[in-house]
């Protein structure tokens, strides 16, 4: 446990001290709430955050990779690695510890995005229980892409290499559920085996539960999802990380 | 406290370590010697539980290096060649980093960051970013997050690399004082060096041992300079 906390006590400070954290952050609420405000926030005439979380997946696609890219590449490129494994830590350890530092300072992104929530409930009366599965639902899928970038970050020595790859796989991930790839997939491709791909998409487990439907399903989907990348990440770290 | 066996190890079809095995006991300082590409660091972060070997082990203060890494990285210091470090971070906080991996606390850390800090005399730089620092500073700071635990067994890759003769001179000194309670594994190209702090001088060459003797032996079987004991060794043996 000692190794857990060492690893994400370093890891989310040096998110603060270097601009990386400050470049994310203005750039993750700017456009939070350029992007809600586009959407017809006011314009809908109901005190929601529908039309806020609705670009979270759009946003995460680019941004988590952005965070995620440098947890291990950085790592293996200065070398520092070699420090790091040979000091008493597991690679579980690291690479757990390393997950949740990039996993908190996102969820720090979030909850700066409060004043959303204030200006909801300053012009109505707004259902709580659905902002929040909104943001349980926003952390979770920012976990699930986390960990893709994890895995890609172990991949590579290459920062922009490991960036390019996670929103690559995170953009099939999301799209993969989206209608109009459904249609366009069920032209050529029997239905039960679209359907399959759109379960194994993020689509459709985020906007159920941004409805406010928490389902053990969509839960347990974003729970596996984060700890199978974690693993491979893991194995791939641990076979790579001499290289 | 280090007993090596048959250690080997391959990288694609380069071989490395190929069957190196020897014991170091306490009090020894072994300086270990070799031409580049010898296999001398690879043996090192075996050592350190950072490469895993193919065939072979090797014990650290009774642990062994596969079944139970994590205890001998809990007994080691080691210093790796390219100075490994956080480059974003003070030092101050890279060395708390170290403490708090090391499961020191309270009372016990500020002793050891105290007692670190004053041996490898990098006081003045305590608050700089480690990237800001001259190499000579950043082998200090690396030479610190070695030994602040106290390390019974210390592993050194080429320690005084890029060191002027003054930080040489001191580094030497240190590690002088260590010796009696401490196994310490020094690789070094610097000949002198084995002269002044080794008790003992392995060499290897493309990945096998072809001398261990002490540094004063090695010079009077061959009556001539270590440079040259080290020239005649690592060509004529190895061709």
Redesign the interface.
């Known amino acids: 446990m000692r190794g857990f906390w060492a690893v994400f006590r370093r890891e989310f400070k040096s998110y603060f001290t270097t601009p990386l954290a400050y470049v994310f952050l203005v750039v993750f609420l700017f456009f939070s709430g350029y992007l809600t405000f586009k959407a017809g926030f006011f314009e809908a005439r109901q005190a929601d955050m529908t039309a806020f979380f609705m670009n979270m997946p759009l946003m995460f696609v680019f941004l988590v990779p952005a965070a995620a890219m440098r947890l291990w590449a950085e790592e293996r490129k200065t070398g520092s690695i070699e420090l790091l494994f040979t000091l008493p830590i597991t690679v579980a350890q690291a690479v757990l510890g390393k997950f949740f530092a990039a996993w908190v300072f996102i969820i720090v992104a979030m909850a700066m995005t409060f004043p959303m929530l204030i200006t909801v409930s300053y012009l109505g009366n707004p259902d709580k229980g659905l902002i929040f599965a909104g943001y349980l639902a926003s952390i979770l899928m920012a976990g699930g892409f986390l960990a893709v970038g994890c895995f890609f970050s172990a991949m590579s020595r290459n920062q922009v290499i490991s960036f390019v790859l996670s929103v690559v796989a995170c953009g099939v991930l999301v799209f993969a559920g989206m209608p109009t790839t459904m249609n366009y997939l069920s032209t050529f491709l029997p239905m039960g085996l679209v359907q399959a791909i759109s379960t194994m998409s993020f689509q459709g487990h985020f906007d159920s539960m941004q409805r406010g439907v928490l389902e053990f399903k969509d839960i347990s989907y974003f729970v596996i999802l984060i700890a199978g990348w974690i693993t491979a990440g893991g194995v791939i770290l641990d076979e790579r990380k001499a290289n | 406290m280090i007993k090596i066996k048959e250690l080997r190890k391959t990288f694609g079809p380069i071989v490395a370590v190929d069957g190196v095995s020897f014991d170091v006991q306490k009090g020894q300082v072994l300086g270990f010697l070799g031409p580049n590409g010898a296999g001398k660091s690879t043996v090192m ?1 075996m050592l ?4 895993t070997p193919d065939s072979g082990t090797a014990e650290v203060c009774g642990y062994d290096i596969i079944k139970n890494p ?2 001998v ?2 007994n ?1 210091g ?1 210093l ?1 060649e ?1 100075v ?6 003070s030092v101050g ?1 890279f060395l708390n ?2 403490c ?4 020191l606390e309270g009372k016990k850390r500020k002793e050891a960051l105290d007692k670190a800090i004053a041996m490898c005399h990098i006081q003045s730089v305590y608050h700089q970013t480690i990237e800001t620092l001259s190499k000579g500073y950043r082998r200090r700071v690396g030479l610190a ?1 070695a030994l602040i635990h106290d390390p019974q067994v210390l592993i050194l890759d080429e320690p005084t690399d890029g060191l002027d003769p003054n930080q040489k001179h001191e580094v030497r000194q240190l590690i002088g004082k260590m010796t009696q309670d401490k196994c310490i594994v020094i690789s070094t190209h610097i000949l002198e060096e084995v002269e002044a702090i080794c008790s003992r001088a392995v060499v290897i060459a493309k990945g096998k041992i072809l001398a261990d003797s002490t540094p004063g032996e090695l010079k009077s079987k061959y009556n001539c300079s270590l440079d040259e004991v080290f020239r005649k060794i690592t060509t004529s043996k190895v061709a």
């Open positions: 972060r350190a539980c950072f490469l994590i205890q990285r809990e080691i080691y790796a390219n490994p470090a956080y480059s974003e971070m906080a980093f170290i708090d991996v090391r499961g997050q």
